[in-house]
């Protein structure tokens, strides 16, 4: 009996303690739902409950979302971790869905994810009646989503006061009221080779400010997740970070490189000039090809008088490719000369040792050399076919870009010195980064496929390279690779639907964005080499060409918060409620036990009667 009872004091003690140590939470989750091309909002509950673990996620769906919501439920459950300095890896969360009918979910939940878990895991109160929809990306950024006005029509329906919509997206287009519309909107005059630059509608939109206004309700445009915690709680979460600090080393060398890179602008032209002396003109074609390569210069002048080194040293290089070209088409040498040249050039390529990394700032310059490595023996394979078809100017072109990739990748790797935090970037990890990152960028892929289908041929392209740099155990190539395809849709994104006048206004933010995101990372020991130099070159674009400006402050996102992929141990730490609420629990555990021991001991004194059968 004694036996009996104490196995199910410790089953009970079992059963308690889990359930002490759980938390519940749930949210509203603003949706669309697809019926007959059509798309019309929607909302749903999403729930989510934390227990002792090991760092599992568990995503529970019904009806079935139209897109699987699982990879973006992981990766808004890093954000969140990684917002609290939180080990997560002791805790399994479980996230459940429940509609009524079937939802279009995918990355689109992914702001609501990440709210829920950090007012769980963070003990933070958020109040009910409000709905956020938009993309959760590196650096806890809100990004763009489709069918805002459907979601914020399904809003004022059930009674939802505020609705958090991503930055950028104040604007529908009006006439785009489902799919099969879209679709043929789109699809006229389509070409595979049309970027988001092309994506862009010329009728004015719907205000959804306005649109929420007429309905009754508060639509606001968020960035951050320092923003969206202020609207969900009305606690200011931001502090002044201060500026951003520069790596004294990165500064150095990358002036240096731009310093070279420009000198042989310099020696290009000298050459150039004397040789044109001789041959008196340049046909037109190159003419025009001289005087672009002479602006490109120019630019890159200006850039380094304001110490923006690595948009001075962009500039330079554009114009060593073009300058190149014309020196190769001005030295005329034979087919077989040329091809002598390639095959030296990719002699000198495969002789070149790569660096070892141990530093996400290291894996950053590395990625990039990797980059620089694989376009070089690219362009010299292409140049070999083209001089075979008989397109001698194309191979001219593709042997000085080559040339110049080869100088800029040779360049890059003096940024890989081994100083810094170290993280664990042993292989399998570096896989594991590549495979997360691919789902991510895949998971918006299709996503946009949805509202898109025919501007994605491109960004499919570059996914493809990242699957194939993956099987090859290239897992660095396709790291980068697959952080520019998932870049480049959020761009379509970003600029689909907002009118061109908002554009100034929507990179501002966005800029501002990217610098609070790399204060963050220097603050932490890391330096985002990579996601600095797009930053600064984004912000030299923008008055230039804002499309370019949009697409490198995507890369300089992607590129600055690769920690979240090789993270740091962190413990997670107890509120003084939660404190208080274990303590009670143990208090009370202790009574019962007590009292259990007294029952035992007082049945073992009293005499037991025996009777007879």
């Not at 290291?362 to 076919?385: C, G, H, N, P, W």
């Amino acid at each position: 009996m004694k036996k009996v009872f104490l196995i199910w004091c410790l089953i009970a003690i079992l059963l308690i303690i889990p359930v002490s140590l759980a938390e519940y939470g749930s949210l509203k989750l603003l949706a669309v739902q697809e019926k007959g091309g059509n798309l019309s909002g929607s909302l749903a509950d999403l729930h989510l409950e934390i227990n002792p673990g090991n760092g599992r996620v568990f995503m529970d769906t019904f009806p079935l979302t139209k897109l699987d919501t699982q990879v973006s439920t992981r990766f808004a459950k890093e954000i969140a971790c990684n917002y609290l300095d939180i080990n997560c890896d002791k805790y399994d969360f479980f996230y459940t869905i429940r509609s009524n009918s079937p939802i279009i979910a995918g990355p689109s939940a992914g702001a609501a994810i990440t709210v829920l878990t950090i007012s769980l895991l963070g003990d933070i109160d958020i109040s009910e009646d409000v709905a956020i929809t938009g993309t959760i990306n590196s650096g806890g950024i809100i990004g763009p989503v489709g069918a805002l006005q459907q979601k914020i029509e399904a809003a004022s329906r059930d009674g939802i006061r505020k609705v958090l919509i991503p930055v950028g997206e104040r604007y529908s287009a009006k006439d785009i009221t489902g799919l099969n519309n879209l679709s043929a909107i789109i699809e006229t005059g389509a070409d595979e080779n049309i970027t988001a630059k092309d994506i862009i509608q010329g009728r004015k939109g719907i205000d959804l400010i306005e649109l929420g206004e007429e309905l009754g309700i508060v639509v606001r445009e968020v960035s951050d997740i320092e923003n969206v915690l202020f609207e969900f709680t009305g606690v200011s979460y931001g502090k002044d970070i201060g500026n951003i600090s520069i790596d004294p080393h990165y500064s150095l060398v990358m002036s240096q490189l731009a310093i070279e890179l420009c000198r042989r602008s310099g020696e290009f032209m000298d050459k150039i000039t004397s040789d044109r002396t001789v041959s008196h003109s340049f046909e037109e074609s190159y003419e025009n090809i001289y005087q672009t390569a002479l602006n490109f210069t120019g630019k890159g002048d200006k850039a380094f008088e304001q110490e923006r080194f690595y948009s001075s040293a962009s500039y330079c290089f554009g114009a060593n490719v073009k300058l190149g070209h014309i020196t190769l088409w001005i030295q005329n040498e034979s087919d077989t000369q040329l091809t002598e040249r390639i095959n030296a050039i990719e002699t000198e390529i495969e002789a070149f040792k790569k660096k070892e990394y141990k530093t996400i700032t290291d894996l950053q310059a590395y990625m990039v050399v990797e980059e620089r490595i694989t376009d070089a023996k690219d362009f010299l394979e292409a140049s070999k076919k083209e001089l075979a078809m008989g397109n001698r100017d194309q191979a001219l072109y593709s042997i000085a870009y080559a040339i110049e990739r080869k100088f800029s990748a040779y360049a890059w790797s003096t940024f890989i010195t081994g100083k810094g935090k170290a993280f664990r970037l042993s292989n399998e990890d570096m896989r594991k980064s590549c495979q997360k990152k691919l789902s991510e960028a895949e998971e918006r892929y299709q996503y946009v496929a949805l509202f898109l289908p025919s501007y994605l041929s491109k960004i499919r392209k570059g996914i493809d390279a990242a699957y194939l740099d993956f099987s090859n155990n290239n897992s660095e190539a396709c790291l980068f690779k697959a952080s520019k395809a998932k870049a480049e849709i959020n761009v379509i994104l970003n600029v689909f639907g907002v009118e061109k006048e908002n554009f100034d206004n929507l990179i501002e933010r966005k800029l501002d964005i990217v610098e609070k995101t790399i204060i963050k990372q220097t603050r932490k020991g890391i330096f985002p080499i990579v996601g600095f130099s797009y930053y600064e070159y984004a912000s030299d674009l923008k008055d230039i060409d804002q499309f370019s400006s949009l697409l490198y402050i995507e890369y300089a996102l992607e590129m600055s918060n690769l920690d979240i992929y090789f993270p740091e141990k962190y413990e997670i730490t107890f509120t003084d409620q939660d404190k208080s609420e274990i303590g009670i629990f143990l208090i009370g555990l202790g009574a019962g036990l007590l009292i259990a021991v007294i029952i035992m001991i007082r049945a073992k004194r009293k005499p037991i009667s025996k009777k007879k059968k």
